[in-house]
């Protein structure tokens, strides 16, 4: 299979990518191409447009990065392969969601072990409505996913820009065992 990508990326690199009369790649291209094999986890792809030049951490239209696609899409293999590619596990799309997030969201619990085990992701990044990834999970009744962003330090007592915590959140849900579960959360020291 790997043949199969690498001759394809050839093909792509002689036909499609090429600007006419300079023989040199189309950037716009290689990228386009990048976020759809990621959205389709094609990671032998992935990789190989990586080592093409292919940014890791350039966004399309809608602030996407490869990683929020592989993500957002349920691709392991290929979100595993943009991280140790350097992947920036804490950019957001336009409206600031992380691929943290759109793990909690799409209930990818594999994506958000992943993420949560890569050092650089950030816990209580905010988007741009100051929601965390905890009042995701909250939201979507995620206790294992709370459980984890608990031994990575969560803030659960942090509030959005509506003045909702993780707690709030929960509740408004009908949840009241993740609404006290959070409650004793909010007032433990954080590590």
Do not use: C
């Not at 191409?33 to 094609?42: E, N, P």
């Not at 969201?105 to 209580?124: M, N, W």
Request: charged letters at 20%; hydrophobic letters at 50%; proline letters at 3%.
């Amino acid at each position: 299979m790997r043949i199969l990508f690498a001759l394809l990326l050839s093909l792509l690199a002689a036909t499609a990518w090429a600007q006419p009369g300079t023989g040199t790649l189309d950037a716009a291209s290689v990228q386009h191409y990048l976020f759809d094999a990621a959205r389709a986890g094609k990671t032998d792809l992935v990789a190989d447009l990586l080592k093409a030049g292919a940014p890791v951490d350039a966004a399309n239209g809608a602030g996407h990065t490869a990683l929020i696609l592989a993500v957002y899409n349920g691709r392991l293999d290929t979100a595993d392969t943009l991280l140790k590619a350097g992947a920036d596990p804490n950019l957001g799309d336009r409206r600031g969601n992380t691929a943290l997030m759109g793990a909690i969201f799409k209930g990818e619990e594999s994506l958000v072990q992943r993420l949560l085990a890569d050092p650089r992701t950030r816990v209580d990044a905010r988007n741009g409505a100051g929601q965390t990834a905890a009042m995701f999970a909250a939201l979507f009744g995620k206790r294992s996913v709370i459980e984890q962003l608990a031994a990575r330090g969560a803030d659960f007592a942090l509030a959005d820009a509506a003045g909702q915590t993780a707690q709030k959140l929960a509740l408004q849900q009908g949840n009241g065992e993740l609404a006290a579960y959070l409650q004793q959360l909010s007032g433990k020291p954080r590590h």
